[in-house]
């Protein structure tokens, strides 16, 4: 079975804090993927990675960094929270031309 | 960019009965179809998908029609039960890894 954690559920963060969403899969795949989640707007990407050390903007990344230093691994970072980066993020990962797996979600509210 | 709409935003059906959610879309270079079922609190699942070179998919009570021409395609659940009740999201991959989603229908069966 493929599994795809994520570091936290729920996490609470204030205003201007660095915040690191952290993103782990033990199937070997080699895309991975940050999306967040909002009520009426769907699924929309921030950022992907087809490699180690690669990646790509998604629709919007705005505000928003990634690093890839492991294949397991992928992190998403807040440089500098708002309170409109309140939101449910969703990690995914896949082979090439795959079908995506989600991790579980880490929601995070900003203060 | 690419742009996928998905009809109706939500849904009641008595149980028993079939339900029905479409997507359009508007990149006719789209080659691949995922449909992902989200139970409250969890994480989207992959529920059945189909690829540009087929017009049907039949997964048990869970059938995808694509009609590349008119550029929709559409999810049929028969025989509806209270566990179908969910969110569902439709999305396409258009050329490369990454996936545009639709902004979800929230399926509700009547006992």
């Known amino acids: 079975d493929v599994k795809v954690t994520q570091s936290s559920r729920y996490l609470v963060k204030r205003t201007g804090e660095k915040v690191f969403l952290e993103c782990v899969q033990d199937?070997?795949?080699?895309?991975m993927f940050w999306y967040r989640q909002d009520p009426g707007l769907g699924l929309r990407l921030i950022y992907f990675s087809y490699d180690v050390k690669m990646k790509e903007k998604g629709d919007i990344p705005e505000g928003y960094s990634v690093s890839r230093e492991k294949k397991e691994r992928f992190s998403l970072i807040l440089e500098s929270a708002s309170t409109n980066q309140t939101s449910m993020y969703l990690c995914?990962?896949?082979?090439?031309?795959?079908?995506?797996?989600f991790g579980p979600g880490t929601r995070l509210t900003v203060l | 960019g690419e742009n996928v709409e998905q009809h109706p935003s939500t849904l009641s059906v008595q149980e028993g009965d079939s339900a029905v959610i479409k997507c359009t879309y508007s990149?006719?270079?789209?080659?691949?179809f995922p449909w992902y079922k989200q139970e409250l609190g969890k994480r989207p699942q992959l529920i059945i998908d189909?690829?540009?070179?087929?017009g049907e998919k039949k997964d048990q009570r869970i059938a995808v029609t694509l009609n590349k021409t008119a550029k929709h395609f559409s999810l049929h659940i028969t025989e509806t039960q209270p566990e179908d009740s969910a969110v569902y999201f439709c999305?396409?991959?258009?050329?490369?890894?990454?996936?545009?989603f639709g902004t979800g229908t929230r399926l509700t069966i009547i006992p």
């Open positions: 199937m070997d795949h080699e895309n």
């Open positions: 189909i690829r540009s070179n087929v």
């Open positions: 990149d006719s270079a789209s080659n691949y």
């Open positions: 995914a990962s896949s082979y090439p031309s795959g079908s995506q797996f």
């Open positions: 999305a396409g991959a258009f050329g490369n890894e990454k996936l545009t």
